[in-house]
């Protein structure tokens, strides 16, 4: 597709539930990163990839976490158990090169609402 | 480590006034920098961005200069409209990117 697509737009858990979420990234690209996003915030790194290998997954903020992309295209973000401190926006972002490349840019998708009641 | 620090806001403006949001950031290295724009609902839009020192990024009005010596990245719009209202973005790319809390624009007509 054109851009970076999430899904869903907006998700209510009750406390307990688990969560996925889906990232379908821009076509070729090879680096998929997942951000958290408070409210009033700016988006906090929880995990990259590099195509389908998980190179850094150094923001997770526990094991109740889980992401994988196992095609090295489309992701998922799993939340299991989820408390009331998981809801915020979870934001995918992509970029065409991997890391190492100077001047990289990532483009974000709009981003998953979760709200745990 | 890498992070980024932007100036707190919420800024209010009228329309036509000059814009300056500040950004220092503190990087091992030679980042690379970055402005995003969030508008309502919506997810973080790449503004603009600078690869090295000196550098400026420039897109619909608003610039920023990579200034090493300050480790500064601001941005500036020298006449806001009431379209730019919005949260703006710092960041810079480490290993992987960093981004400042935030600023809130508000422009009134």
């Known amino acids: 597709g054109a851009g970076v697509s999430q899904s869903p737009r907006y998700k209510v858990a009750k406390r307990g539930q688990d969560v996925a979420l889906r990232c379908d990234p821009i076509?070729?690209?090879?680096?998929l990163f997942w951000y958290q996003q408070a409210l009033g915030q700016g988006p906090e790194f929880l995990t990259y990839?590099?195509?389908?290998?998980?190179?850094?997954k150094s923001g997770l903020p526990s094991d109740r976490f889980f992401a994988e992309r196992p095609e090295g295209s489309v992701s998922t973000l799993k939340i299991q158990r989820t408390q009331q401190e998981d809801s915020a926006v979870y934001l995918c972002?992509?970029?065409?090169?991997?890391?190492?490349?100077?001047?990289?840019?990532?483009?974000f998708g709009e981003g998953s609402w979760l709200t745990v009641v | 480590g890498n992070s980024v620090t932007q100036m707190e806001g919420p800024v209010t403006l009228s329309e036509e006034a000059f814009l300056t949001i500040n950004c220092t950031y503190t990087?091992?290295?030679?980042?690379?920098l970055f402005w995003y724009v969030q508008y309502p609902g919506e997810g973080l839009q790449l503004l603009l961005k600078?690869?090295?020192?000196?550098d400026k990024g420039s897109n619909k009005g608003f610039e920023a200069t990579y200034r090493k010596e300050t480790t500064s990245f601001h941005l500036e719009k020298g006449s806001v409209q009431v379209s730019d209202s919005a949260v703006y973005f710092c960041?810079?790319?480490?290993?992987?990117?960093?981004f400042g809390t935030g600023t809130s624009l508000t422009v009134i007509p």
């Open positions: 960041a810079l790319r480490g290993n992987q990117f960093y």
């Open positions: 076509s070729g690209h090879v680096s």
């Open positions: 600078a690869t090295k020192a000196d």
């Open positions: 972002a992509s970029s065409l090169a991997a890391m190492g490349g100077s001047g990289n840019t990532i483009y």
């Open positions: 990087a091992t290295g030679y980042p690379s």
């Open positions: 990839f590099q195509n389908e290998a998980q190179l850094d």
